[in-house]
């Protein structure tokens, strides 16, 4: 929030920044800079520099109180920004916390009484509604959220269907915990939250944050220690009921040299490429005979070459038990369908016939709105996944649904190959619904090509008013966020990210990379912009939101703005301009570049149903589901 503690002779003096001010206020920093010019009796600096001074905050929010100007900051919002401005750091500020919330509860420490230490005050008054454990998770999810591009935090969605599908469990391992987001799901799980928790990271500080995040629950015994897992084993004789791993993907230094004769590889010498296939084996060196591992892993490590010979031990061995694979989006590269592998410590039974189950959850799935993890029907993830699996487990067989989920015959795929990914081994929808689900793709293609021709005539009607030509006045994005008109975020460079969009927000790609300028709907928003668009959020009595999208999508607009400097043609958003209009004029503007939006919508919806209708027919001739006719 830009908030720093002073000492004084009595008491501390806590001052914040116009930033800060800002956040407050939940305007831009340009309105701020507006109010020290418009208003004799604003706030004067109390410290800092002449270019980044800083208030008393006590002051600033009496004033903005007198002037009807203070945002009713939530809790959770003002705990965050108070870590955020924290000049220990967040990491330090989050530790803090965390050992404030063992040591109190719900009650602020003794000596935070005044205006002295607003984090501890906020931090007591947050887990008073919520309770600490929640207060400090949701503090350590913004966190991670904010520092993605460097920890790849696992979503909580994963986390928990990963620890659904190892079920309930005593004792629980995460080797490479993270932030702990694996073992609290575990903790969530019904049945019984485990009796003991253990996880083990390279980085001490996530090591111990996520050892605090464990502690608050209080329902286990908790030991989480930092070192490498694979180099330096914190746990040799650990003999867990589950494990539940998201590994650091393609590391080329896991210890390969060094670890060639260790006793846990048990399956085979994994390839200097297949650090995750050495990941497995760890996982199932640390289960009891009978326990479960559930380990996150690329697609590749399904089928590369390199990796077969292994993968064919664990098949022989009955220990690999089933590959799912998830839609893009549910982890870490989301650009990746990541699969989820489910591996059972051979106890000394041996099943006749045994089967791998493979499922493919992303063909079940439609995105319920958008891409990515904010796209995924998640209930409809759980449920294809662990149906598939509870049914499996139980029968060692299971009803094969086309496209979706099979139950594979081990000695079926101890071939040279040994490809594990399980598009490669279902057949396809079409299989099942046949003529019957190419009727009725094409019934919609008609009504969407319909929709297409009509939308296409009202984005380009016949009128009678002469175009204004483009020689009207203009003003910058910069201009208008000095004004106080538009506020611009782009995620820092810690990488924090802008916050969550609101519908009515301008998404503006960085990068031309044929990503269209779009506007927030109605019925979406609540999620923050990715590293490759800034977030434009305009004072609607003052700027249309499509109006505004409209023009900075403008082929002129964006390559006056451009920025050569590298392979990737980068837009300085603040150079973007937009004409000087009247607002409603703007909204007339608005009103055809939604129109024009919805066409192509409809434009690509249309495309995708022929590539369904096209692929879908040669699928049903080329399975002999339907015939070629005449």
Not at 132 to 157: H, I, K, W
Not at 272 to 300: C, D, F, I, K, N
Not at 442 to 452: A, E, V
């Amino acid at each position: 929030m830009g908030v720093r503690q002073v000492p004084g002779h009595h008491t501390d003096v806590t001052e914040v920044t116009a930033a800060g001010i800002a956040r407050l206020a939940g305007v831009g920093r340009a309105a701020v800079s507006n109010w020290r010019r418009r208003y004799a009796h604003f706030p004067r600096p109390v410290g800092g520099t002449d270019t980044s001074p800083t208030f008393s905050l006590p002051e600033v929010e009496q004033w903005l109180r007198d002037q009807g100007k203070l945002a009713e900051v939530p809790l959770r919002e003002r705990l965050w920004q108070l870590i955020e401005a924290d000049p220990r750091g967040h990491s330090a500020a989050l530790t803090a916390l965390g050992e404030q919330y063992l040591a109190h509860g719900d009650r602020p420490p003794p000596d935070s009484g005044g205006h002295g230490d607003p984090l501890a005050r906020t931090a007591a008054a947050l887990a008073a509604e919520t309770g600490p454990a929640d207060a400090y998770a949701f503090a350590l999810a913004r966190y991670t959220d904010g520092a993605a591009a460097r920890l790849t935090p696992t979503p909580p969605e994963t986390a928990a269907l990963m620890a659904a599908l190892a079920g309930p469990a005593g004792t629980v391992l995460d080797p490479a915990c993270g932030a702990g987001s694996l073992l609290a799901a575990a903790q969530r799980q019904p049945g019984g939250p485990p009796t003991e928790l253990y996880g083990q990271d390279t980085d001490p500080v996530l090591a111990r944050l996520g050892a605090l995040r464990l502690a608050l629950h209080g329902t286990a015994t908790v030991q989480v220690r930092d070192g490498d897992s694979l180099l330096a084993d914190a746990f040799p004789h650990l003999a867990a009921d589950a494990v539940l791993c998201h590994p650091p993907f393609n590391e080329r230094h896991w210890g390969h040299a060094e670890l060639t004769y260790d006793t846990r590889w048990e399956y085979g010498l994994p390839a200097r490429a297949e650090s995750e296939l050495a990941w497995v084996q760890h996982a199932l060196a640390r289960l009891r005979p009978g326990g479960t591992a559930v380990v996150l892993m690329p697609p590749a490590a399904a089928s590369r070459r390199t990796g077969r010979r292994v993968r064919a031990a664990l098949l022989r061995r009955a220990a690999l038990r089933a590959v799912i694979a998830l839609p893009a989006g549910a982890a870490p590269p989301h650009s990746l369908p990541l699969h989820l592998w489910v591996l059972r410590k051979p106890d000394g039974t041996t099943a006749h016939d045994p089967r791998l189950l493979v499922v493919d959850s992303a063909t079940a799935l439609r995105p319920a709105s958008g891409t990515g993890r904010a796209g995924l029907d998640w209930a409809a993830l759980h449920r294809t996944v662990l149906d598939a699996w509870q049914d499996f487990r139980r029968d060692g067989d299971i009803a094969a649904v086309p496209g979706v989920r099979r139950a594979l015959p081990v000695i079926d795929l101890l071939d040279d190959e040994v490809d594990l990914a399980p598009a490669r081994h279902l057949p396809p929808p079409a299989e099942a619904d046949g003529a019957a689900a190419l009727t009725a793709v094409r019934t919609q293609l008609r009504g969407t090509l319909h929709r297409t021709a009509q939308l296409a005539a009202a984005v380009h009607p016949d009128s009678e008013e002469s175009a204004p030509g483009a020689h009207w006045s203009t003003v910058t994005i910069g201009e208008l966020v000095r004004t106080g008109a538009l506020e611009l975020h782009t995620h820092s460079a810690a990488g924090d990210p802008p916050p969550p969009t609101r519908p009515g927000d301008v998404l503006v790609p960085l990068l031309l990379d044929g990503t269209a300028t779009q506007v927030v709907a109605d019925d979406a928003g609540g999620e923050a912009p990715d590293r490759r668009m800034s977030l434009l959020r305009p004072d609607t009595a003052a700027l249309d939101p499509w109006f505004l999208a409209g023009f900075l999508r403008g082929t002129a607009n964006t390559r006056q703005a451009s920025s050569y400097a590298s392979s990737a043609t980068r837009v300085d958003v603040r150079r973007l301009k937009v004409p000087r209009l009247p607002l409603e004029t703007q909204r007339r503007y608005g009103r055809r570049f939604r129109e024009l939006a919805a066409f192509e919508e409809a434009l690509r919806h249309t495309a995708d149903l022929g590539r369904r209708l096209a692929q879908g027919t040669v699928d049903g001739l080329t399975e002999g589901a339907l015939p070629p006719g005449d």
